[in-house]
Nanobody, 125 residues
Framework: QVQLVESGGGLVQAGGSLRLSCAAS????????MGWFRQAPGKEREFVAA????????YYADSVKGRFTVSRDNAKNTVYLQMNSLKPEDTAVYYC??????????????????WGQGTQVTVSS
């Protein structure tokens, strides 16, 4: 498993942008598919975006498609989530997650074995 630490959360006005980062420990980061999930108060944790271990494929929830971009820098053991055109409904704790080595990139929580502690994103109207 890998250890994950998110950063980059904060308070932003609607229409603004934030970039979340997730730093992973370990030497084999490049073999893990990576994902982002979020959990708003009183709601279930939901899938946001994911990127394959190769970096060639990306996946997005319909609610963020066209606004969010997931990317990875394997040299820095880091995955990013660029969030543009933020809306108040994007307010949540955002979690980074690592899947299983070389496995197909999933979009459910069960597909991911390691989780970060989360970073708060608050979008004001």
């Amino acid at each position: 498993q890998v250890q994950l630490v998110e950063s980059g959360g904060g308070l932003v006005q609607a229409g603004g942008s934030l970039r979340l980062s997730c730093a992973a420990s370990g030497r084999s980061f490049s073999v893990y598919p990576m994902g982002w999930f979020r959990q708003a108060p009183g709601k279930e944790r939901e899938f946001v975006a994911a990127i394959s271990w190769s970096g060639l494929s990306t996946y997005y929830a319909d609610s963020v498609k066209g606004r969010f971009t997931v990317s990875r820098d394997n040299a820095k053991n880091t995955v990013y989530l660029q969030m543009n055109s933020l809306k108040p409904e994007d307010t949540a704790v955002y979690y980074c997650a690592a899947g299983r080595p070389y496995r197909t990139t999933g979009q459910s929580q069960a597909d991911f074995a390691s989780w970060g502690q989360g970073t708060q994103v608050t979008v004001s109207s």
